[in-house]
């Protein structure tokens, strides 16, 4: 498990990427109001060049499928990376207190 980063690219500007904040969150979270943690947790920045980031801390394999699942919801360019250091690592901490060793 990693932080990875899904960059969404194409909005003509900040309005229109904070829009689509809203569709992303309902893939990797249908029922907002679920008993329990989302299967992955998630979070959102915004670059300068009004680029939308989805944090999401997971496998390799569940951040690429995402990225292919956000590009469809979409239909923009769509890049999955490693996060940067310092970059969503609040996302591990969620999943540490909501997955607690057994």
Same mark, same amino acid.
């Given at each position: ?8 690219? &194409?909005?003509?500007? !900040?309005? *229109?990427?904070? =829009? ?5 969150? @309902?893939? +990797?979270?249908?029922? %907002? ?21 989805? &944090?999401?801390?997971? !496998?390799? *394999?569940?951040? =690429? ?5 956000? @590009?469809? +919801?979409?239909?923009? %360019? ?25």
């Amino acid at each position: 498990m990693m932080t990875f980063e899904i960059r969404i690219e &194409g909005f003509a500007g !900040t309005d *229109e990427a904070l =829009a689509m904040q809203e569709p992303v969150a @309902r893939l +990797l979270c249908p029922e %907002p109001e679920h008993d329990g943690p989302c299967r992955v947790p998630w979070g959102f920045s915004l670059t300068d060049d009004n680029a939308l980031v989805l &944090g999401v801390y997971t !496998t390799r *394999e569940t951040a =690429a499928d995402l990225t292919a699942e956000v @590009r469809r +919801l979409t239909a923009r %360019p769509a890049t999955l990376a490693e996060a940067s250091p310092g970059h969503f690592e609040e996302l591990a901490e969620q999943y540490r207190i909501e997955h607690p060793a057994r």
